[in-house]
């Protein structure tokens, strides 16, 4: 089980209370589901929690940020200006970062850019107040997201070819092996490649859960990083179709709406094995498009291949690439608890103990200061990073971390009086579980 768990945060502490005037657009909204803390931290994304702090990836580097104490988020150290002395320094577009053992692994730029520095960088962790460098890993291609097993870097390599998976060993920082769509359906190399962007890989027990936009999810062994094996795949759209979109609108049009879109995935932590949850993020061509034409959160029976429910995004005055973004986001499936963001549309907490029939729990929204990256489980309350504030001059820079109190446990529900006493959910006991039965059986070579 990876010992630090993902979420993202932001600079200076405000006042936990009686600040947040959000409202919430679900009538299924618990009573309380307000912001118990807010640190503002420019440029915060994507953001991964583990024992009480927050490693935040912040555009030019990445912040750790005590949220032990959720009505009062602190600044432990910020690493800016990353590979300042490169020739082509420091790095720029950090978007994403994730742990593993006691590494934490960000890359950038998130997107092609002229004149910076294309790499990973893994940091030890193990004091979160002084992380140490320990690899600085160059590449040909841009870095939107990566994971890390602490032993293995596992790269989003998308180099308009292939757009391979990518596995790097971190004591040597060389490549072990690697593995593309094109390689399992040379269909695949006549489709356009941003319509089969590598868009994010989660790790967990041997298995890699990769996010391949209009080719669908799918879930490789990566027990061996040398050699990577397709296992099963799901969602993936028929690339002879997606070849013939030719002309620039119809690529357009293919890569910003439904269906596919296939955005990020990761299994139930903590479940029986069958379970993971996929992300489209989508939008509409028409302003007044309803909410089930953007992108949704899909739970999936790996083992059967089969869809169990979609939570569907929320209503937005203007559903297009352009207008009020309420498409789902990045999140975390935990136990019978599902985190997400939506972007301007806020946070949500489902319980899915019955994943045919998810049930909100919670919903936050304040449409017109917030648009959230990420929502995460922390120790007895929920993180969320708020990536811009539309209303604001410079809205990156108005980033911040956001803390609320976590449905999950009704009886300890901290409130901004009692969040601090120390009384933890803590982490969940015992082995995560990370696939369907069929996965499981490959693993052991059954």
């Not at 768990?5 to 600040?19: C, M, T």
């Not at 990577?228 to 890569?255: F, H, M, S, W, Y």
Request: glycine share 10%; charged share 25%.
């Amino acid at each position: 089980m990876r010992r630090r768990e993902a979420l993202r945060a932001g600079g200076s502490v405000l006042a936990a209370s009686g600040l947040f005037g959000g409202f919430s657009a679900s009538a299924a909204a618990a009573d309380g589901f307000d912001p118990l803390g807010r640190l503002e931290l420019p440029g915060a994304k994507e953001l991964v929690v583990d024992d009480g702090v927050a490693y935040v990836a912040v555009t030019d580097g990445f912040a750790t940020v005590d949220v032990s104490d959720p009505t009062d988020p602190v600044v432990l150290a910020e690493r800016r200006g990353l590979l300042a002395d490169h020739s082509d320094g420091p790095m720029a577009g950090i978007q994403d970062g994730k742990l593993g053992g006691d590494y934490y692994a960000l890359g950038g730029p998130a997107h092609p850019r002229n004149g910076v520095p294309y790499a990973a960088v893994v940091f030890d962790i193990s004091d979160p107040e002084s992380p140490e460098e320990v690899l600085t890993h160059e590449t040909e291609f841009y870095h939107h997201n990566l994971d890390t097993d602490g032993e293995t870097l596992f790269l989003c390599g998308n180099d308009g070819a292939g757009n391979p998976l990518v596995c790097v060993d971190i004591d040597s920082g060389t490549e072990l092996g690697r593995w593309s769509v094109v390689d399992a359906d040379e269909r695949w190399s006549e489709v356009n490649h941003r319509l089969r962007e590598f868009h994010d890989v989660w790790v967990e027990a041997g298995i890699a859960y990769c996010a391949l936009w209009n080719a669908g999810t799918w879930l490789l062994d990566v027990s061996d990083p040398a050699d990577p094996t397709p296992i099963t795949n799901v969602r993936g759209l028929d690339p002879v179709e997606l070849a013939q979109t030719e002309t620039r609108d119809d690529r357009r049009e293919a890569l910003l709406t439904l269906p596919g879109n296939d955005h990020f995935a990761m299994p139930q932590r903590g479940g029986d094995g069958r379970l993971f949850a996929v992300n489209e993020e989508a939008w509409a061509t028409d302003a007044d498009a309803s909410a089930s034409e953007l992108g949704g959160v899909e739970l999936w029976d790996a083992e059967a291949g089969e869809r169990l429910s979609r939570i569907e995004a929320l209503p937005t005055e203007d559903a297009t690439f352009s207008g009020v973004w309420t498409t789902a986001h990045n999140f975390e499936f935990v136990d019978d608890r599902l985190y997400t963001s939506w972007y301007r549309g806020g946070v949500r907490v489902h319980d899915v103990s019955d994943p045919t029939d998810p049930r909100e729990l919670a919903h936050w929204r304040e449409t017109e200061t917030t648009q959230f990256w990420t929502a995460q489980r922390g120790p007895d309350c929920v993180v969320a990073s708020s990536w811009r504030d539309p209303s604001a001059d410079a809205p990156e820079s108005a980033a911040a971390l956001y803390t609320f109190p976590d449905p999950a446990d009704s009886d300890a529900t901290p409130t901004p009086e009692t969040a601090g006493d120390g009384a933890g959910l803590g982490l969940l006991a015992g082995a995560v579980g990370v696939g369907a039965a069929a996965v499981a059986r490959h693993l052991r070579r059954e």
